[in-house]
């Protein structure tokens, strides 16, 4: 019998498939195992790019660094990266073909800062120090900003896709505190065990906090959704404590703080203090610190607590800048930004390059137990130094503003928007995101997809609802 010409294909490719996927895995490249979850993935896009960038979301909590497996010395989270560049592309080319994006979102002025960001750090790359380095920067912050911010503004007009949102990202997240709280009990919740138990999923305790920060404000709030069946509320005090517990045993003090300052800042919206009243107590706390700044200095350098197992004398080692070889390597790396960027004031020199060049910063003063004469232990430890250094004073500017920028638009939006589901998610976004702005002041992670997907998706979420709202167009019942 003669075979259809269909199933003669289907049969021919079948056939070619399996025998492709044998002869890699047989000559030991295991990623072969991922050629037919990548297939059906591109088939996908090709039809809803949209169920692709939830799969990002999904996975980017459980996502692991290629250097994991030892194989390969790249720095690429999968499945999420090779996914994201996969969804620049389409969009991209489908704006390019058929256009038709909403332009009330490129005029916002969220979406042109970001924009502005982008050509800024291209412009920088070309003048950069390495430029191969740079331009590699370059492309994969665009490709976890394109879909991260433009490309889901799309698709957030309506409440149950925000929620879709958040369930997609915050069960997995819950899922990989549970690994790691198990992980840190057959460790007795040590301090020292508490900076890898969370392996693979996270590279450190600093970055795993971080999140676990950003999203305690969202799943607190969702409690307080109600929509929502008691079922499910209880269901979210489940998550809520479990993220708790999580960012404790971090052992991340920067988390901590954070925290601290969105629990503030939710005060000072439910109470409705006026800005004069917050700006004048700042003046007033920028006043007692320079006026006593010498002493409040020498009792920093008194505080000799280290970093241990209890929590509280954890908490203290936060001010000291005496003995604590965390806190004094972030120092280091601090004054080291500062010099690169003295020297390159307009221009710096190029993003992510400060890991390769601050070495020769260093001051034999201001090194600590864990320094290396070859400044191969990363980054600036700072989401404004860093750009500072690799981009000169207009990207410190540019990020600044940016956050500014956020931030007043968020807390507007809360004050404006009447009563419900709308006004809540635009306030527990804007807390979630204040924990990373002033987490970043102590360290940067926007280079990696755990902090950029729900940095982008919560900055997306305010922009959108800002714009609907303004116009008119935002059901508010």
Not at 323 to 342: H, K, V
Request: with cysteine; charged share 15%; hydrophobic share 50%.
């Amino acid at each position: 019998m003669i075979l259809q010409r269909p199933l003669f294909w289907f049969f021919l490719l079948s056939f070619g498939f399996v025998g492709t996927h044998l002869y890699l895995t047989y000559y030991g490249i295991p990623f072969a195992a991922f050629l037919p979850f990548g297939l059906l993935v591109a088939f996908t896009a090709l039809f809803r790019l949209d169920w692709v960038y939830w799969m990002v979301v999904a996975f980017t909590p459980l996502s692991i660094n290629i250097n994991e497996f030892g194989i390969l010395d790249l720095g690429l989270y999968l499945p999420t990266e090779p996914l994201l560049f996969g969804v620049l592309v389409l969009f991209v080319g489908k704006m390019i073909v058929e256009g038709g994006y909403d332009r009330r979102y490129l005029r916002h002025p969220v979406s042109i800062l970001i924009l502005l960001q982008l050509f800024w750090m291209f412009v920088t790359a070309i003048t950069s120090q390495d430029v191969l380095v740079s331009l590699k920067y370059v492309l994969a912050r665009t490709w976890f900003v394109v879909p991260g911010y433009f490309f889901v503004m799309l698709l957030l007009h309506e409440k149950k896709t925000i929620r879709l949102m958040i369930w997609l990202s915050i069960l997995p997240l819950c899922a990989v505190v549970l690994y790691t709280l198990v992980n840190h009990a057959m460790h007795g919740f040590e301090e020292k065990p508490a900076h890898w138990v969370m392996s693979p999923f996270y590279k450190d305790h600093t970055s795993y906090g971080a999140i676990l920060a950003m999203y305690i404000p969202v799943a607190i709030g969702m409690y307080f959704n109600k929509s929502l069946s008691p079922i499910v509320r209880a269901l979210i005090v489940f998550i809520s404590t479990v993220l708790v517990l999580g960012v404790i045993f971090s052992y991340t003090r920067a988390a901590w703080v954070s925290l601290i300052g969105a629990f503030g800042l939710l005060m000072v919206l439910l109470l409705r203090i006026r800005l004069s009243t917050i700006v004048l107590g700042l003046a007033l706390g920028g006043f007692v610190f320079f006026s006593f700044y010498d002493q409040i200095i020498m009792n920093l350098e008194r505080n000799k607590t280290d970093s241990s197992d209890n929590l509280a004398d954890h908490a203290t080692s936060i001010s000291n800048i005496s003995s604590d070889a965390s806190n004094l390597e972030r120092i280091n790396r601090w004054n080291c930004a500062i010099r690169m960027w003295q020297e390159r004031p307009v221009f710096g020199w190029g993003p992510g390059t400060y890991q390769f060049y601050y070495a020769s910063f260093q001051h034999s003063s201001e090194l600590t137990i864990i320094s290396t004469n070859f400044g191969d232990l990363g980054n600036a430890h700072s989401e404004y130094l860093g750009p500072l250094s690799e981009q000169g004073v207009p990207g410190l500017l540019l990020m600044l503003a940016l956050i500014l920028t956020v931030f007043y638009t968020g807390v507007k939006l809360y004050l404006d928007l009447p009563p419900g589901e709308w006004r809540l998610m635009v306030l527990v976004f804007l807390l979630g995101l204040l924990t990373y702005y002033i987490h970043g002041i102590l360290n940067n992670y926007l280079d990696t997809d755990k902090a950029s997907i729900p940095f982008w998706g919560f900055t997306a979420v305010i922009v959108v609802v800002d714009v609907l709202f303004r116009r008119g167009e935002l059901d508010t019942d």
